[in-house]
């Protein structure tokens, strides 16, 4: 597992994401972990992310999902490259294309844990997919489509 | 139109959503108006759902989508049930299934459109597809497959 997320080598510019963002003081701040081969985010939600009453908003599974998805592809994306992070900055992907299915209601209170694994690397799009549990239960399921974003 | 979104006619006990619940003050508190043939919400987002800098952050397009696809399942539902939503309280849908496509980057700083249309519903399942626009531009579209919340 890699000791720092893959967040923490974006660029500046496009680090005010309020999912994951490390500059972002309002938002998630969520950190992707990669270990080679699956991803690790974990996150617990605050109280008021409630959908019915002891359950998280689905939207905030949603958004986790989504910047998990960003986040594995952009790690698998230098991985491939070859990138020495210590000396160049990650790839930037952004999203095309979100699917969730929520099996179970997700309980208020726990820690999620969400793994992502790579389904299809190609030169400029990662697709992901995800499995988001609590107490090693999967509530959710999701697959990002990924793409790199171009330089302005 | 109805003079009244349908999350109003929601029981207080299914009215906490961060997405939708009026009664979650740190909640977006979308409302969703039917006509009987399309819904809309209306929303702006705050400066800090940022994506990349100038653009919308994803996440919150999911959630806008999702919550927005369980209100217009209630209130066709109420509807199709010839519901008196003056003396019955609407029934309650939850999302199953959450597809988003990110068709464009979506503006900040400007009011966004959510329409949606009813493209399945049997007796206890409804299928909405949702357009999210920014100054009359297509920026996502998206579909929910919502299903209705059994009694405890």
Redesign the interface.
């Known amino acids: 597992m890699e000791s720092k997320p893959i967040q923490q080598f974006y660029t500046e510019?496009?680090s005010?994401?309020?999912?994951c963002?490390y500059l972002?003081?309002?938002?998630h701040q969520i950190q992707t972990y990669w270990d080679g081969k699956q991803s690790v985010t974990r996150f617990t939600p605050d109280a008021?992310?409630?959908?019915?009453?002891g359950y998280v908003?689905?939207?905030?599974i949603?958004?986790?999902i989504?910047?998990h998805g960003t986040g594995t592809a952009a790690a698998a994306m230098a991985e491939k490259r070859n990138l020495d992070l210590a000396t160049i900055k990650a790839p930037r992907f952004?999203?095309?294309?979100?699917?969730?299915?929520?099996k179970k209601p997700t309980p208020v209170g726990k820690e999620l844990t969400l793994t992502g694994t790579v389904r299809e690397i190609t030169e400029r799009k990662v697709v992901v997919d995800i499995e988001l549990s609590a107490d090693t239960i999967v509530c959710a399921t999701g697959a990002v489509i990924s793409v790199e974003?171009r330089d302005a």
């Open positions: 510019d496009v005010h994401c309020f999912g963002g972002n003081d309002r938002g008021y992310y409630t959908a019915i009453p908003y689905g939207g905030l949603a958004s986790l989504d910047c952004v999203t095309a294309s979100l699917h969730v299915d929520y974003l």
